[in-house]
C-alpha cells in the first residue's frame, strides 16, 4: 500500500510569495494533519482537518491555512512567504482524530530567499 | 504550559555500546507518549507508543519505558543503522496533535 505522499518535494521562493503544498493519506485514513520542522528542531503542529472540518490550529500566523478535500486529500497553503517559513513541511494521516500514531509522508523542503 | 526536553541533544556511540536517550516532559492529560525515529531529509518513523507509568515495550535493540515525568528509549547493542535522530512525543487533551521534543541525534561508529 502507498503511504502518505506529498508534493513538491522541494520548493524555492522568494519573499511575499503564495506556496501550495499537497498531501495525500494513507488509503482509509481521514485524518491530515500539517507539521513544520526548521533545521535542528522537533515538527511543530500546525493544523489538523478530519473529515473536512478543521479539528485543530497550532500557534501559527494567518498567513497559514489549509483545507481537506472529499478524498481526505489535503493542500496546505502559506501567503506572503517570510524568509522564516524555510522548512521541511511534514504531512501526517491517521485514521481518526484521537491520540493514535501518525504515519508521515517525506515531506516538502521550502526555501524561501 | 506544555513543555517536553529530550537529552542529550547528540550523542555517538561505538557499536555494540548500549545506552539510554530521556524524554522528559509536562503535558496535561497525557494521552499517550509517542516515539518517532527520524533519518535526514525523511518524514519520522513510528516507533512506540507507551500510555501509562510502567509500561514497557520493545522492538529489536530498542526498549521504550514510561514514568509519570519521564520516557526512556534503551538502545541495547546498537549498530550504524540505528544512527538517526529519535523524537518523543506527548500527545495531550487536544487534537491529534503531538508536542515534539527537538530530539536527539544517535551516531553509532562502526
Known amino acids: 500500500d502507498a503511504g502518505v505522499t506529498q508534493s513538491p518535494t522541494h520548493l524555492i521562493k522568494t519573499r511575499g510569495q503564495h506556496v501550495t503544498l499537497r498531501c495525500s493519506p494513507i488509503?482509509?485514513?481521514?485524518?491530515v494533519s500539517w507539521y513544520q520542522q526548521v533545521l535542528g528542531q522537533g515538527p511543530q503542529f500546525i493544523f489538523q482537518?478530519?473529515?473536512?472540518?478543521?479539528?485543530g490550529r497550532g500557534n501559527f500566523p494567518d498567513r497559514f491555512s489549509a483545507r481537506q478535500f472529499p478524498n481526505y486529500s489535503s493542500e496546505l497553503n502559506v501567503n506572503a512567504l517570510l524568509l522564516g517559513d524555510s522548512a521541511l513541511y511534514l504531512c501526517a494521516s491517521s485514521y481518526g482524530t484521537g491520540a493514535e500514531k501518525l504515519f508521515f509522508g517525506s515531506g516538502t523542503q521550502l526555501s524561501v530567499l | 504550559e506544555d513543555q517536553v526536553t529530550q537529552s542529550p541533544e547528540a550523542l555517538r556511540l561505538q557499536e555494540g555500546e548500549s545506552s539510554s536517550l530521556n524524554c522528559s516532559y509536562t503535558?496535561?492529560?497525557?494521552?499517550?507518549l509517542f516515539w518517532y525515529r527520524q533519518d535526514p531529509g525523511k518524514g519520522p518513523e513510528f516507533l512506540f507508543t507507551?500510555?501509562?507509568a510502567g509500561e514497557e515495550k520493545e522492538k529489536e535493540r530498542l526498549k521504550a519505558t514510561l514514568t509519570k515525568k519521564e520516557s526512556f528509549l534503551h538502545i541495547t547493542a546498537p549498530k550504524p543503522e540505528d544512527s538517526a535522530t529519535y523524537l518523543c512525543a506527548p500527545g495531550g487533551t487536544g487534537a491529534n496533535n503531538l508536542f515534539f521534543g527537538t530530539g536527539t541525534r544517535l551516531t553509532v561508529i562502526p
Open positions: 482537518y478530519y473529515e473536512k472540518e478543521e479539528r
Open positions: 488509503s482509509g485514513h481521514k485524518s
Open positions: 507507551l500510555y501509562s
Open positions: 503535558v496535561s492529560g497525557l494521552r499517550g
